[in-house]
């Protein structure tokens, strides 16, 4: 898909509105964050997820599989 985006001037900031088919492509809503992510050589990267939660999963991951035994009994 290519849409193009004309940046304008909001209040005193710049911004940009979106075309429905981008906002549907990332089923986001209003009051929804994007977050944008510098790709090296690709220019940057618009997505509503965060990229820092992966790093807390595979940190859950790790800590998942050593403590399993004292995360099941919390559990219960």
């Known amino acids: 898909m290519n849409a193009r985006l004309r940046v304008r001037r ?12 981008v906002i549907d492509l990332l089923r986001v809503k209003e009051g929804d964050e994007l977050h944008v992510v ?3 050589g690709a ?8 990229p820092s ?4 999963v595979k940190a859950f991951e790790t800590t998942r599989t050593r403590y399993r035994n004292a995360l099941r009994e919390l559990a219960r």
């Not at 909001?10 to 088919?21: E, R």
């Not at 220019?43 to 965060?50: A, K, N, V």
């Open 38 to 40: 510098a790709e090296p």
């Open 53 to 56: 939660f992966e790093a807390t």
């Open 10 to 21: 909001i209040g005193n900031s710049l911004g940009f509105t979106m075309p429905k088919a």
């Open 43 to 50: 220019g940057i990267r618009l997505s509503p997820y965060d």
